[in-house]
């Protein structure tokens, strides 16, 4: 082993003790890539958005290895957005291009959350700029940024049969859960209007002749119940929540699939107040491959 070598895999084995998540959030992003190479010949259908997608839309129940789930936690619709720019003209076949909206989208920005760390991985791995000037600084960052480049330098060699969904279940904690739903309803009425993204994704695919949907994923009776009491209690509009979203759909003519209030789903679809269960995700695909067929 050279001494780089060896100094990486010090520096590898202090970041995953420190940063205890950031090796298992970094593969995520890299399988994606490495997977996408895999069936870019054959994908018609491209998913984009955050973890309400990436747990809740099953690739694998579409037929031929046609569609893949590049759909990640705490994706904005910035990197939305610029997902379907990298692979717009790659995927050949593409035909249907899939962002899911949320409560908190239209306000919500990754660079400016706790999740920050993820815009270098964007960087690194899809080769996505930062959505704004930053450095990336302090000695442990630095460190971070040192083994995130030299862990993405490596490539799977990926079977058929990786289409971007994997069975996952989050871990529940009531009180996150509760901070979460709170955090939702600020970004809803924070007025930054993320949703121009969507206009901006809508303009790409009419020129490559292909079909846009933004899709509102089903929320468990929990969610919208704790939603609309928060909303009381801080004073927003529950019934505004998704004005942006329709307002930008009506201007410019984007297709809206919603099932935020689906009462075809229970709690017991979601391993959460609002991640879909693997049968959930197997239940709402098969709606929407019925929906678009």
Known sequence: ???????????????????????????????????????????????????????????????????????????????????????????KNLKNIFVTFSVFSSGFELQKTKNKRHIQYYKEVFNIPFKYETEWGGVELKNELKIIKYLTKKHYNLNKGFSGYTEKIPTFDINVAI???????????????????????????????????VIVLPRSPEYRKRLKEYAIQGGYDYDKIFNPMYKISEQYNIKIINHFDDENFTDKDFADFEHLLPAGAVKFTNILLKEIQ
């Open 1 to 91: 082993m050279s001494i780089k070598r060896f100094f990486y895999k010090i520096l590898e084995t202090y970041i995953k003790n420190k940063y205890k998540m950031t090796s298992n959030e970094l593969l995520n992003f890299m399988l994606r890539r490495d997977g996408i190479e895999v069936y870019k010949d054959n994908i018609e259908f491209l998913f984009l958005g955050s973890s309400n997608g990436e747990l809740g839309v099953n690739t694998n129940m579409f037929d031929d290895n046609k569609a893949f789930n590049l759909c990640i936690s705490s994706q904005d619709l910035y990197y939305s957005c610029e997902l379907y720019k990298k692979y717009v003209k790659e995927l």
């Open 179 to 213: 901070n979460d739903i709170k955090s939702h309803l600020k970004n809803a009425f924070r007025g930054t209007h993320q949703e121009e993204y969507l206009k901006i994704m809508n303009d790409i695919a009419k020129e490559n002749n292909q079909n846009f949907y």
